[in-house]
């Protein structure tokens, strides 16, 4: 069970409250909401009208657009693509995934939690390529241009060439990571669950700076507002800091 809440910015009014929402997460699409949920996948306008819902078993992630479909995972292991009516297109066995898919084009990639990271073809339905993590991930992956970034519970950052899974680079962020990174203006943020927050350079993985911002786990991804990057701690403390 659960409470969404829709509000305006930046005055924080409420426009809508539904209280028994069941949500793994949601997705902003074409002006409208894609939501996981607890009995498959919904698609409601901004002032929360349903338009259409795809049944399935709960959801365990939040969608991903790929290409011209609409991609969720569910807690059995089962991802589903479905149209933008509402259509089912198709679904394909996986294992236990727990972050959100990232997608480039045609190309979802789908990280299992066991630290396998796979690039998946929606034209072909073939595996292009897969990398080991060394770590469960709990961090979704991220595509910027032709690199993917991605780091798990091992706490080692790697960007990979999307076209072929090889290395490009790789930098050890000295703590174990569950809060998927953020990437803006060139800069990679992540924070460990050992309470650092690290500044890495997108195209080099060089440390731009990095700062111990207490002992508290750090399980919410950083947010970015213009120069300023906000970090919340498990312990409720909220620092923010300009880049």
């Known amino acids: 069970s659960g409470t969404l809440s829709a509000h305006r910015w930046p005055s924080g009014e409420l426009v809508w409250r539904d209280p028994d929402a069941e949500v793994a997460g949601f997705t902003p699409y074409a002006g409208d909401l894609l939501l996981a949920t607890a009995g498959g996948l919904e ?3 901004l002032t929360n009208e349903p338009r259409w819902r795809y049944p399935s078993d709960p959801a ?8 011209d479909a609409l991609c969720f995972v569910t807690r059995t292991g089962w991802l589903h693509g479905v149209s933008p009516d509402g259509a089912g297109r198709f679904r394909v066995e996986l294992g236990e995934v727990t972050a959100q898919p990232a997608a480039k084009g045609d190309v979802l990639l789908l990280p299992e939690r066991e630290g396998d990271l796979h690039a998946f073809s929606l034209k072909t339905f073939d595996v292009l390529w897969r990398y080991d993590m060394e770590g469960p991930l709990w961090a979704s992956p991220l595509v910027w241009g032709s690199y993917v970034y991605s780091v798990s519970w091992a706490g080692v950052m790697r960007c990979l060439a999307l076209a072929s899974g090889d290395d490009v680079w790789e930098t050890p962020l000295g703590g174990r990571v569950t809060a998927t990174p953020v990437l803006a203006g060139g800069t990679l943020y992540a924070v460990t669950e050992g309470g650092e927050l690290y500044a890495l350079d997108a195209r080099t993985g060089a440390k731009l700076f990095s700062e111990q911002l207490g002992t508290s786990p750090l399980q919410a991804s950083p947010l970015v507002l213009g120069r300023t990057v906000v970090v919340a701690a498990l312990d409720g403390t909220v620092r923010a800091y300009r880049a």
């Open 60 to 67: 365990g992630t939040a969608p991903t657009v790929c290409g």
């Open 43 to 45: 698609r409601r306008g």
